[in-house]
């Protein structure tokens, strides 16, 4: 007999962005490791205006807010001045 996982959480990691309100503006699921997750941070905090913080957090059931303290967190104070266009 075979039986199917009923194990809803998915795998991976998500890279949130958020404005100077808190709200998420982006959400990407990334299948990638942490470093790698953390480059797409980057490459978000450079491209979209409006993000002040981007966060990587393990992949959870989809939703709209993540309470829990993220694996890693880059703002855009961190990057710097050459990096932000």
Do not use: F
């Not at 007999?1 to 959400?27: H, K, N, Y």
């Not at 790698?36 to 913080?53: F, P």
């Not at 957090?57 to 309470?67: E, G, I, R, V």
């Amino acid at each position: 007999m075979v039986t199917e996982s009923t194990d809803p959480t998915p795998t991976g990691l998500v890279v949130i962005a958020r404005d100077t309100t808190g709200q998420i503006i982006i959400r990407i699921t990334s299948h990638r490791d942490l470093v790698g997750a953390m480059n797409t941070a980057q490459r978000v905090l450079r491209l979209k205006r409006d993000a002040v913080r981007v966060e990587v957090h393990h992949q959870d059931l989809p939703t709209s807010h993540y309470p829990q303290k993220p694996l890693a967190a880059i703002s855009r104070d961190d990057l710097s001045v050459g990096q932000v266009r």
